[in-house]
């Protein structure tokens, strides 16, 4: 993934004060990684104008064509790999926009309710009227994607958009429930992730994530080889270097940066970083200084 795409969004998470963006994902040539593993609280619609490519969803892979919609569930750990060349876009929010101050009970609000604590999902979109009525209104979707969403006029247009989606999504019954047995491995990984996210900095290993999450070594290679695509040494340098992207951005030096997101060998960090970007760490910044 484009690095200067994937700290944009991450700074417009953080900032945003209306839980929704969304994003194009540029071409950036066949068969190559197009979004690394990872998950969020939030609702995602993945629509794919013109490429095709594979979705990693959890343990589950997809084929994407052309067209195609997937919705990936708050929770679900998900990657993309693209198979030719054209553009992906990606729909994020926190399904709790769309629920409303009603009294009583509220068929919606269950619904959107279960869809954040992953008791139910939505299916892929089918070839046919479903697929047909969603594409104008992802389209619209993402054309507010291009900047922070304001509270007022604009957040109130978003979400008329997307309780359009939502009455789509009843009118042709794509929830489903999910059962416990999909959510048992999740829970470990997940939690696993968060680990690695909160203690990036700290020596963290596979044997520490096996004691934290109370389950054996084996079985911790097995969940990051089934839900990650990687192993659990390789997911966690790949945390640091993520984080050392915004230490460098920040002004830190390359030993500063290294050291900070807990790789205090410097040549080693180099190593990696030229493995995941294609440069050292003193070219990337110059690539960014030359964009801004």
């Given at each position: 993934?484009?690095?200067?795409?994937?700290?944009?969004?991450?700074?417009?998470?953080?900032?945003?004060?209306?839980?929704?963006?969304?994003?194009?994902?540029?071409?950036?040539g066949?068969?190559?990684?197009?979004?690394?593993?990872?998950?969020?609280?939030e609702?995602?619609?993945?629509?794919?104008?013109?490429?095709?490519?594979i979705?990693?969803?959890?343990?589950?892979?997809?084929?994407?064509?052309?067209?195609?919609?997937?919705?990936?569930?708050?929770?679900?750990?998900?990657?993309?790999?693209?198979?030719?060349?054209?553009?992906?876009?990606?729909?994020?929010?926190?399904?709790?926009?769309?629920?409303?101050?009603s009294?009583?009970?509220?068929?919606?609000?269950?619904?959107?309710?279960?869809l954040?604590?992953?008791?139910?999902?939505?299916?892929?979109?089918?070839?046919?009227?479903?697929?047909?009525?969603?594409?104008?209104?992802?389209?619209?979707?993402?054309?507010?994607?291009?900047?922070?969403?304001?509270?007022?006029?604009?957040?109130?247009?978003?979400?008329?958009?997307?309780?359009?989606?939502?009455?789509?999504?009843?009118?042709?019954?794509?929830?489903?429930?999910e059962?416990?047995?999909n959510?048992?491995?999740?829970r470990?990984?997940?939690?696993?992730?968060?680990?690695?996210?909160?203690?990036?900095?700290?020596?963290?290993?596979?044997?520490?994530?096996?004691?934290?999450?109370?389950?054996?070594?084996?079985?911790?290679?097995?969940?990051?080889?089934d839900?990650?695509?990687?192993?659990?040494?390789?997911?966690?340098?790949?945390?640091?270097?993520?984080?050392?992207?915004?230490?460098?951005?920040?002004?830190?030096?390359?030993?500063?940066?290294?050291?900070?997101?807990?790789?205090?060998?410097?040549?080693?960090?180099?190593?990696?970083?030229?493995?995941?970007?294609g440069m050292?760490?003193?070219?990337?910044?110059?690539?960014?200084?030359?964009?801004?």
């Amino acid at each position: 993934m484009n690095l200067n795409i994937s700290l944009e969004i991450e700074n417009r998470r953080e900032k945003s004060e209306f839980p929704f963006f969304a994003y194009w994902m540029p071409d950036y040539g066949e068969n190559t990684p197009l979004v690394p593993p990872h998950w969020h609280r939030e609702m995602e619609i993945l629509w794919s104008e013109d490429t095709a490519g594979i979705l990693y969803i959890n343990d589950r892979s997809y084929e994407i064509k052309p067209g195609d919609v997937f919705f990936i569930n708050p929770g679900c750990i998900h990657r993309t790999f693209r198979k030719t060349h054209g553009f992906m876009s990606h729909v994020v929010f926190d399904p709790s926009i769309l629920i409303t101050g009603s009294s009583g009970r509220n068929p919606v609000n269950q619904i959107l309710a279960d869809l954040a604590r992953e008791r139910v999902g939505l299916l892929e979109a089918p070839e046919g009227e479903f697929l047909e009525a969603l594409r104008p209104l992802l389209r619209d979707l993402v054309t507010h994607g291009e900047h922070t969403v304001e509270i007022g006029a604009e957040s109130c247009r978003v979400t008329a958009i997307l309780f359009s989606v939502l009455a789509e999504c009843f009118r042709f019954e794509a929830f489903r429930r999910e059962g416990d047995e999909n959510l048992y491995g999740l829970r470990y990984i997940t939690q696993m992730m968060e680990m690695i996210r909160d203690r990036f900095a700290e020596p963290i290993n596979a044997e520490s994530l096996a004691a934290s999450a109370g389950i054996s070594q084996t079985y911790v290679y097995k969940l990051f080889r089934d839900y990650v695509g990687s192993s659990p040494v390789n997911y966690i340098n790949a945390v640091r270097l993520r984080e050392s992207y915004r230490l460098l951005e920040d002004g830190h030096n390359v030993t500063e940066a290294a050291v900070s997101c807990g790789i205090p060998n410097t040549s080693y960090y180099i190593k990696l970083f030229k493995e995941a970007t294609g440069m050292t760490p003193y070219q990337w910044l110059r690539t960014r200084k030359e964009h801004l």
